[in-house]
């Protein structure tokens, strides 16, 4: 008797930790359904590709993606941040480029994705078992996974296009959140990372109503829902978090170990007139005031933070301020982008563009002058004893990450005698050196 096939999605995700939210709430579905899913196009019926669309250069990777896709399997479905960005003229990007996609949708559409697929790849049958965990389907290693709080943004920053594509802030319920998250921790994650446009605007939309979990009351903010993340005995790490005064009430969680004394804060830029122009909320002197006050409460605090050179308007004397700023902040990790004139972003009608060579040149120059505070920062660390997750283990030792270590997008901690440890555990290390962006160290214990 031949089995019958069992519908089949191939399955391309772009962009960055809310599109990967994004990706995993339809990959949870697909499961739940009974499809299979496939990392190729190889034996795939049909591919799904999730976009992004926030500068130009992720809107030719997200189109170069569906181009291969295409030509390698033929039947595409595209989602995701490029799905709901138009061009100059008012079309559809996505299908001017590639008219023989199968269906578009914008961004943190699962069910839009699903009817496409239903039409496209009916389902074998409605499962009567289970085939997803409770925790749902991950993209991220079993060890930690991101925590999505809330979608879209009420700010209008001049160079993003992000509130046209996502919307307007809207908070997910704190029941909701914190029931993910014990999920999460029973399934053996060991670090939550929570994300969202605008962390630290969480439940402004709702008023801070009141919602409940495990039969409390509890306030849809994020305060209180550190609060109760801290409860599980996991790592906690907060990302996207604006400067707002509220953060303030984060701290003191940090400094008693309850949630990682780490802060991943967009600054963007320092100087007042660039701020205005970006329509950033906040001033730098305010931002220097508010760093100082943290880490007189809590020492032991990481703090990363990007920032973009060359938006229009920027003078010689604007990024000369930048400069400063960083000399006087001492911010452990920093990341760099040279303005991108992205289609649609309003700061494209500002006067007083800069030039490509010297948006690039004061991004490298902002690079290199920011690698000395960095590692000045890691040599403080030089002696001292802390807790490491650990992400990857060979022969050679152990690759972990410390609590001012994000993964992906800051730096590892090179364990030398690490071989017999394991993926996902913690353990206690010592830190011998350092480098840049790296440390190195040996064990002390396993937790």
């Known amino acids: 008797m031949n089995k019958k096939h069992i519908p089949t999605v191939g399955f391309v995700s772009l962009g960055c930790p809310k599109a990967s939210s994004d990706a995993e709430a339809i990959l949870t579905r697909l499961r739940a359904e009974g499809y299979e899913i496939s990392g190729n196009y190889d034996g795939a ?10 500068i130009d250069a992720a809107v030719e990777e997200s189109l170069d993606a569906i181009g291969e896709a ?11 941040c490029l799905g709901a960005k138009k061009d100059a003229q008012g079309r559809d990007i996505v299908q001017t480029a590639h008219p023989s996609v199968l ?76 029931r993910e998250a014990e999920l999460l921790a029973a399934s053996g994650v060991k670090e939550l990372l929570v994300i969202s446009q605008d962390t630290s605007a969480y439940g402004v939309d709702v008023k801070y109503r009141t919602g409940f979990w495990g039969g409390q009351p509890v306030k849809t903010r994020l305060k209180e829902l550190c609060d109760g993340l801290a409860q599980l005995g996991i790592w906690v790490r907060l990302h996207y978090v604006y400067p707002y ?16 004394p780490y802060l991943d804060v967009p600054f963007q830029h320092a100087s007042p007139r660039i701020l205005k122009a970006m329509k950033r909320p906040a001033s730098s002197e305010n931002n220097l005031e508010r760093i100082k006050k943290w880490r007189s409460i809590c020492p032991e605090l990481t703090i990363r933070s990007t920032f973009i050179t060359g938006f229009p308007g920027e003078t010689d004397a604007d990024f000369e301020e930048l400069l400063q700023f960083l000399e006087e902040a001492e911010l452990d990790r920093v990341g760099a982008f040279a303005y991108s004139p992205v289609e649609g972003a309003k700061a494209n009608e500002l006067p007083g563009a800069v030039p490509d060579e010297v948006r690039e040149e004061r991004k490298m120059q902002l690079m290199e002058f920011q690698e000395d505070i960095s ?7 030089i002696g001292k004893t802390m807790q490491v997750l650990i992400d990857e283990v060979d022969e050679e030792g152990a690759v972990a990450r410390s609590p001012g270590d994000a993964p992906e997008i800051d730096g590892l901690v090179y364990i030398t005698d690490g071989a017999d440890l394991e993926v996902g555990e913690f353990a206690t290390v010592t830190i011998n050196d350092c480098d840049v962006h790296d440390m190195y160290a040996t064990l002390t214990q396993v937790s």
């Open 45 to 54: 019926d049909l591919v799904v590709v999730n976009t992004c669309g926030f």
């Open 70 to 80: 295409l030509a390698e399997n033929g039947k595409v479905i595209v989602t995701g």
């Open 103 to 178: 269906a578009v949708t914008g961004p943190h559409a699962t069910q839009e994705v699903m009817d496409a697929v239903h039409n496209y790849l009916p389902p074998l049958h409605d499962p009567f078992v289970d085939l997803v965990p409770p925790q749902g389907i991950r993209l991220t290693p079993p060890h930690y996974a991101y925590l999505k709080i809330s979608e879209g943004c009420n700010h209008r920053c001049t160079f993003c296009i992000i509130p046209s594509m996502r919307g307007d802030l809207v908070s997910r319920p704190i029941g909701d959140v914190l």
């Open 245 to 260: 005064p509220s953060v303030d009430d984060l701290i003191p969680l940090m400094a008693e170990g309850k949630i990682l």
């Open 375 to 381: 590692t000045r920062r890691l040599e403080a660390k």
